[in-house]
Structure formats: structure tokens, C-alpha cells
């Protein structure tokens, strides 16, 4: 599932769909702010290859760092982990690139991430992954001015599926803070795009079934456990849903039922419902939902 931005860096076919997309009315964004402005651009620098885990981890695990070049004497930049998609078993960081340059351009430091892969590696060990960078960016905070403070998520598929699952487990008493996690692992606010929300709903489909191990009648607090909708308390961060209307594999519902979860909550919210789009479209065209989860994180750094 490559990464590109229509009507801007990228074109060919992608642009051609996204034209005939903004043709149709592209989106209908539920629960907008009045004024949603995206900060001005700035120049950033990329540090490649930079190994996050430790040497006794069971895979040597990279991400490439991006950090801008602007800021005052004594500034800390906020951060966003970023994590890719692949139905937690293919791809890599590389599919989120192109969402890691907007969002450095933009102020924010940016570690976008690999992690272990099913069937080799079953549940929670990719959780234990996005873990353990969590605490790589607090440990090297002040070598890059990082805010600890200020460290949202973005991820999209199975990368919004574990991003708004050590969020949503940070924030709360599951036990799958053990033994990596915990309140240090909490983030600001998170972005989570075509988020499969509750794995209960999707049966015993192969994709999960390799992710956490075996068939949901034989396992079913493990699917309820990985879902995160069932880790969603009052003290949860606020979320930027982005979803494909129309999307076959991972339904809207998923996105809507997750919303309607945070409200019950009283956890803040916004939806980005991208019209005629599915799953792989709704990346494929992506840009102006970048943009917005963009601004939304702006103004949620500040709060």
C-alpha cells in the first residue's frame, strides 16, 4: 500500500482518482472546529536507520527521525510516533514517508516506526514495540529537544489499531501495561486512519487469526483485549478518525462505534468521512485528511 498525496508532490493516476473524488465531494468532516488553520511550513532534517530497540530485543527494530530545523534556543519540538500499516504482517515505515515529511513541515518531530511481524510474532509483542519506541523518545528527549509531554500517535489500518491501543492502554489500568508501558507511554492525542476498532467484529478472519493466534471461540478475551475499543476510559486522548466511507475491509461502522465509545467518555473526537472511498483509497487520496489531522494536532498541542 504505497503512500501519495494527490494535487501535490504526486500525480499520475492517484491524481486522476482524486479529481474525479473532489468532484464527487470528497468528504464530510463530523465534528469540525471553526477555525482548523495548518501551522507554516518549515524545513526538517531525517536521521535514517535509527535502531530504537535494545540489542537483547527478539528483532533489531528501526525508524527514521525526523526533526525540524527552525525553533528558538531552549525549544523542545512536539512529537508524533507514526506507524505504518499491512494487516500487521507486511509494508513497512516507508508507506508513511510521505505523512512523516507533511507533518515535520509542519513543526513536529516525527518517529516513524517498524515493528514485528504475525504469524512469526503473535500479540501483544507489536504492542510491546510501539511500547518500547514510547520510551526511546522519552530516554533521548533531550539529545533532540523532544517534549516529552507532547507525544501524539498517527498510524493508519493496522498501524491506527496499535497506535490508538498503546494510547487507550496508556491511559488506563490494563494489564497490558506490563511490562513495558504505563503512564510514561501515554500520548497527547492521536490520529488513527481505516481504524479496525474491535476485533470482535470481524469473526476469526486470517489476518487476525495470525495477528493474535488462533480462533476467536477459543481465545475470545484475547480479541476483546487487542480491540481497542475495549480499553476506552474518561482519561483517554482525544482522536482524528479518518475513514473511508465505503471502505469493504475494514467497515465505517468500526469508525463510528469507536466515536460513539470516546463520547460516552466524554473524550473528544472529529471524524473525516471520505466519501466513495475504501480502504486502500481512502490512503491513496489522503491528502487533505493529513491536512486536517495535521491542524488538529496543532491545536491540540497546546492543551
Wanted: charged share 20%; aromatic share 10%; with cysteine.
Amino acid at each position: 500500500m504505497p503512500g501519495y498525496r494527490t494535487g501535490g508532490r504526486r500525480g499520475g493516476l492517484v491524481g486522476v482518482i482524486g479529481s474525479l473524488l473532489l468532484l464527487a465531494g470528497c468528504a464530510t468532516h463530523h465534528n469540525a472546529p471553526e477555525n482548523a488553520a495548518l501551522p507554516g511550513e518549515q524545513s526538517f532534517q531525517v536521521e535514517r536507520n535509527v535502531q530504537f530497540s535494545p540489542d537483547n530485543w527478539p528483532q533489531r527494530l528501526f525508524a527514521d527521525l525526523y526533526l525540524p530545523e527552525n525553533g528558538a534556543s531552549g525549544h523542545r519540538h512536539p512529537v508524533v510516533l507514526m506507524v505504518h500499516g499491512g494487516g500487521w504482517q507486511r509494508r513497512s515505515r516507508e508507506d508513511m514517508a510521505w505523512i512523516a515529511e507533511e507533518v515535520a513541515s509542519r513543526g513536529f518531530a516525527v518517529l516513524n516506526i517498524d515493528y514485528r511481524f504475525a504469524p512469526e510474532y503473535t500479540f501483544p509483542a507489536q504492542l510491546h514495540d510501539l511500547q518500547l519506541a514510547r520510551q526511546w523518545l522519552n530516554e533521548h528527549a533531550d539529545k533532540y529537544r523532544l517534549d516529552r509531554k507532547q507525544v501524539s500517535g498517527f498510524g493508519f489500518s493496522s498501524g491506527a489499531h496499535l497506535i490508538a491501543l498503546l494510547a487507550l492502554v496508556a491511559s488506563s489500568d490494563s494489564e497490558l501495561n506490563q511490562p513495558y508501558g504505563g503512564p510514561e507511554s501515554r500520548l497527547h492525542a492521536v490520529v488513527a486512519g481505516g481504524l479496525p476498532s474491535d476485533l470482535m467484529a470481524f469473526g476469526s478472519s486470517k489476518l487476525i487469526r495470525q495477528f493474535l493466534g488462533g480462533e476467536q471461540q477459543a481465545m475470545p478475551d484475547t480479541y476483546r483485549s487487542a480491540s481497542p475499543i475495549s480499553h476506552v476510559t474518561a482519561n483517554a486522548p482525544p482522536f482524528f478518525l479518518f475513514h473511508g466511507a465505503v471502505d469493504m475491509l475494514v467497515p465505517f461502522s468500526q469508525a463510528e462505534r469507536f466515536r460513539d465509545a470516546l463520547a460516552s467518555h466524554q473524550v473528544y473526537s472529529e471524524l473525516y468521512e471520505m466519501h466513495l472511498r475504501g480502504h486502500v483509497t481512502s490512503f491513496l487520496t489522503a491528502g487533505d485528511a493529513v491536512d486536517e489531522a495535521i491542524a488538529f494536532l496543532d491545536r491540540k498541542k497546546s492543551n
